[in-house]
């Protein structure tokens, strides 16, 4: 891929026209009220439908493929950021911090989007179409609407959960890319970032920049759990880490924080299956 076309790509003006093309795409959504917004849908059934349609456009048995889900999933994130900061519910937080960060990861989430289609289109593949995304997720949040008062905690609940899962799912997809130095340190180089945004909206949310077990945190809507297990695992490479530090062992809670767990691709699917209509 030819660097400057791709810096050229995130000029000011590009992200702009680009940003202005995916909104006029959007539609807004109507009010659900209160009750509806934070309700806990049966998302199993939901997800069976949409899971199999998900599931055709990549499988996670080799990189090109990973890279598919990759790209899903920041397509997800891309998508999301955009309608956020379309909607004008981030002003609700009075000092305008929270709009800023949402504009900074959402240039973050639109560069990995064309970084990876670009890197799929030099191994002469096809990258996988952008799905239409419903982030109601069937109607159980409501997280644009500025009539909704639970509106902005939804943002910010929606953002924590969708950068955990790709933090996790990029860890899962790497025994993938093995083979293929340069595709591991592109995915490598995007997991860290992705990363970082899950500790900021954490940090925005007034929450440690970490995961504990396999809590999902304080006002996290129970659906978000598929995100969260497997975090509660203590044994690292055959140690059990929780009996470490000798006379004073690491407490299981403090053991969980240290290390981080990988989605496997079809816990990835299933959950961006969730948001996919």
Known sequence: MNLI?????????NL???????????????SLGK????????????????????????QSDDAVNALQLALTLEYLEASFYLQ??????????????????????SMHESAHVTLLQDTLMDLGETPTAEPTFDFTAGGSFDPFNTNNPDAYAQLLALAQAFEDTGVRAYKGQAGALMGNDNLLTAALQIHSVEARHASEIRRLRGLQGWIT?????????????????GEENLNQGGVDVSTLGGESPFTAEASSQAYDEILTGDEAVAIASLFIE
């Open 5 to 13: 076309k791709f810096l050229d790509e995130f000029t000011s003006e």
């Open 16 to 30: 702009a026209k680009k940003g202005a093309s995916r909104r006029d795409a959007f539609s807004t959504f109507s």
């Open 35 to 58: 009750k509806a917004a934070i309700a806990a849908v049966p998302f199993g059934m939901a997800a069976a439908s949409n899971k199999a349609k998900a599931a055709t456009m990549f």
């Open 84 to 105: 956020a900061l379309d909607s004008n519910v981030l002003d609700q937080d009075g000092t305008g911090k929270a709009n800023a960060i949402y504009e900074q990861i």
């Open 213 to 229: 077990l396999d809590q999902r945190g304080p006002n996290m809507p129970p659906v978000t759990q598929d995100v969260y297990d």
